[in-house]
């Protein structure tokens, strides 16, 4: 790897880890995009699956006496399901359509979550077992699972400190399982140590973050770092299909 690719994911996972503090899910949202385009798409999304796995087992010890263990149950087992079948068909999938595919999944998740705040997309128990289906496919072949439980949360109307609490006990659980069947990354010492140090410092760094930078403005920024990285994730894919 290059110092210019070292320090690009040392800043992806920075960010990410950043928000993730702050907001309760924008690791993978933000971290993703970009982590794809260094490092290819299956590389990229393994790194972004493990790194989001390590910070929300951290933030479980603080969170998880506000979690809702019962609607938990509805949506772990089928986000499960779905992640260990995206893990293999992540891996058999050539690199320029996993890369458009990833671009195209995040960055429609994303206008989708954009649009339709006010829109009941997910009722009842089969509501919910969609949407785990949707967020454990995309985690497992994209590296974001939290759009699709996004709107769940908003059909639902979830309360924001449990559904914080209950997200991290979720995607430690998701990105457990996607990334079990696909082996540890390719990084050479020197990055690991970097991600290693970036990811401490953005999660430390997010609590004082929090302090200064309002949530809804937290929200906004992840929302259009997200868009920013997913569209040219996308645009790197067609380009290679094209060519």
Do not use: D
Not at 74 to 92: D, E, K, Q, W, Y
């Amino acid at each position: 790897m290059t110092l210019l690719q070292i320090c690009l994911v040392g800043g992806a996972v920075f960010a990410g880890a950043v928000t993730q503090r702050l907001t309760g899910l924008g690791f993978a949202m933000v971290a993703s995009p970009l982590l794809i385009l260094v490092l290819g798409p299956f590389q990229g999304v393994l790194l972004a699956n493990i790194l989001t796995f390590t910070l929300t087992a951290i933030m479980i010890g603080f969170t998880w006496r506000q979690a809702e263990l019962g609607r938990l149950a509805l949506l772990i087992p089928t986000s499960l399901l779905a992640a260990l079948l995206g893990g293999p068909v992540a891996r058999h999938i050539p690199p320029s359509w996993l890369l458009t595919i990833s671009g195209a999944l995040v960055l429609g998740a994303l206008l989708l979550v954009m649009a339709m705040k006010n829109l009941v997309l997910f009722r009842g128990h089969p509501g919910a077992g969609a949407a785990g289906l949707i967020s454990g496919f995309m985690n497992a072949t994209a590296g974001v699972g939290g759009p699709a439980i996004t709107l769940y949360a908003l059909s639902i109307s979830w309360e924001q400190t449990s559904f914080y609490a209950s997200m991290q006990i979720y995607l430690a659980a998701l990105n457990f399982a996607s990334f079990i069947t696909k082996g540890a990354p390719h990084l050479p010492l020197s990055a690991l140590l970097v991600v290693i140090a970036m990811l401490a410092g953005g999660f430390w760094s997010g609590r004082y973050v929090a302090r200064i930078v309002p949530l809804a403005l937290a929200r906004k920024l992840v929302v259009l770092l997200a868009l920013a990285g997913s569209a040219a994730t996308l645009i790197k894919g067609l380009s290679q299909l094209a060519g």
